[in-house]
């Protein structure tokens, strides 16, 4: 209970202080992370983590990420679905699989003693996007508002992509190091997971959109009411996918898909109680990732995980981005902007914790964790670093732009 007490203490001082905090960049999640690397370092810490049943702690991990999908899903504007449609699906179509591809051709070449699937588990932790460590450039109005919106689309989009590939990648590394070479059943049994989970989204999804829009039309329910209502679908898709065989956080983001459409009839903020609850939760996460490293450098990192951690944050997004917006009516600075412009966060953090519980140490778990804790803190640090150079360099070329649709 005391390490809570400190996650909310910590949590309530950055939220009175979050304006002038704001003006040196310093986000919520980069707070809770050096709180967590502060108070978890040394040979005699003042506070450790104690993951106690593992079990739980991957369930209570899958269920952070099922919310957190489901938001995701749910805020993606479609007007710049509509409107960059193009783009869009350049971005999600071909840079995504090809920086997949790019990520673990790069493994294969530094860590070459990894099994493949291993190395493919690896390529699916360190690709997702997450924007909340670099929110200050979504929100940077001298970044033309166009640029934002597509990335905010696609950092919506691509961690509930990516999650089916994730959940085969395990699979197999783990049936890999089990029984070695057959690893056939397992991925059939993740096909036929990710298949009950597209059901069980889709299913409660669509349902509880239709019965809401309808509900709100005729006046039959209350803002606050409407709230709740939204906060249960994911837990309801989830439950019912895990109930069924299937993947719960993978539900929870077809869910998201699903109700979208309906959502645009809504009031505006009835996500809002869902999207705060992601917040809290990825928050705490955030925090025991500053626990992992300070045990990563306690322990000490090898070189080769530092410049596969540099290459996945640079050249791995970089060079399948300006390739796959070739043609279009992108400038190379934009272009640029769009390939850089890919921070990793809790999406990653999550991937590795989850390939860590269900990969043993000897298995590639370990390995894949101490990747994935060098690959975020670069990601930090590079794209904080970066973004008020970004944002001068544009202010410079063109005037402000509004602030996107869509960004919360």
């Given at each position: 209970?005391?390490?809570?007490?400190?996650?909310?203490?910590?949590?309530?001082?950055?939220?009175?202080?979050?304006?002038?905090?704001?003006?040196?960049?310093?986000?919520?999640?980069?707070?809770?992370?050096?709180?967590?690397?502060?108070?978890?370092s040394g040979s005699d810490p003042?506070?450790?983590?104690?993951?106690?049943?593992?079990?739980?702690?991957?369930?209570?991990?899958?269920?952070?990420?099922a919310l957190l999908l489901f938001v995701d899903a749910t805020e993606v504007p479609a007007g710049v679905i509509r409107r960059e449609r193009r783009i869009v699906a350049r971005l999600l179509g071909a840079a995504l699989p090809l920086?997949?591809?790019?990520?673990?051709?790069?493994?294969?070449?530094?860590?070459?003693d990894e099994p493949g699937w291993v190395l493919a588990t690896l390529a699916t932790v360190v690709v997702p996007l997450d924007l909340a460590p670099a929110s200050a450039v979504v929100r940077d109005k001298r970044i033309p508002a166009r640029l934002r919106e597509v990335l905010n689309v696609e950092g919506g989009l691509s961690d509930g992509i990516v999650s089916p590939v994730?959940?085969?990648c395990v699979a197999a590394a783990a049936e890999y190091h089990t029984v070695g070479d057959d690893y056939t059943e397992a991925l059939l049994d993740a096909v036929g997971a990710a298949g009950w989970a597209?059901?069980?989204?889709?299913?409660?999804?669509?349902?509880?959109?239709?019965?809401?829009?309808?509900?709100?039309?005729?006046d039959w329910t209350l803002s606050g009411a409407a709230r709740l209502a939204v906060l249960s679908v994911p837990i309801a898709a989830?439950?019912?996918?895990?109930?069924?065989?299937?993947?719960?956080?993978?539900?929870?983001f077809v869910a998201g898909v699903c109700i979208a459409p309906a959502m645009r009839h809504l009031p505006g903020d009835t996500v809002k109680m869902t999207d705060d609850l992601v917040t809290l939760l990825t928050l705490a996460l955030w925090f025991l990732f500053g626990q992992l490293v300070s045990d990563e450098f306690w322990d000490g990192f090898h070189l080769s995980v530092v410049l596969y951690a540099?290459?996945?944050?640079?050249?791995?997004?970089?060079v399948p981005v300006m390739l796959a917006l070739i043609g279009t009516d992108l400038s190379l600075s934009d272009r640029l902007f769009l390939g850089w412009?890919?921070?990793?966060?809790?999406?990653?953090?999550?991937?590795?914790?989850?390939?860590?519980?269900?990969?043993?140490?000897?298995?590639?778990?370990?390995?894949?964790?101490?990747?994935?804790?060098?690959?975020?803190?670069v990601s930090i640090v590079l794209h904080g670093l970066s973004a008020e150079p970004i944002g001068r360099r544009y202010a410079r070329g063109r005037p402000a732009s509004p602030e996107p649709r869509g960004v919360g």
């Open positions: 209970m005391l390490a809570v007490t400190v996650i909310a203490g910590i949590l309530f001082t950055w939220c009175v202080l979050s304006r002038r905090l704001a003006l040196w960049s310093i986000t919520a999640p980069i707070a809770m992370m050096v709180a967590g690397i502060a108070l978890t003042p506070l450790v983590f104690d993951l106690g049943d593992m079990a739980g702690f991957e369930h209570a991990v899958e269920v952070v990420l920086t997949l591809v790019a990520a673990f051709l790069t493994a294969l070449a530094f860590f070459p994730f959940l085969l597209v059901g069980a989204g889709s299913l409660v999804g669509y349902v509880t959109g239709w019965l809401l829009r309808r509900s709100w039309a005729r989830y439950s019912l996918s895990a109930a069924l065989g299937g993947n719960g956080f993978v539900a929870s540099l290459l996945a944050v640079t050249l791995v997004r970089l412009m890919g921070p990793r966060g809790v999406t990653s953090v999550v991937f590795g914790l989850l390939a860590a519980i269900e990969l043993p140490a000897a298995g590639g778990g370990d390995f894949i964790s101490r990747v994935m804790v060098i690959t975020v803190m």
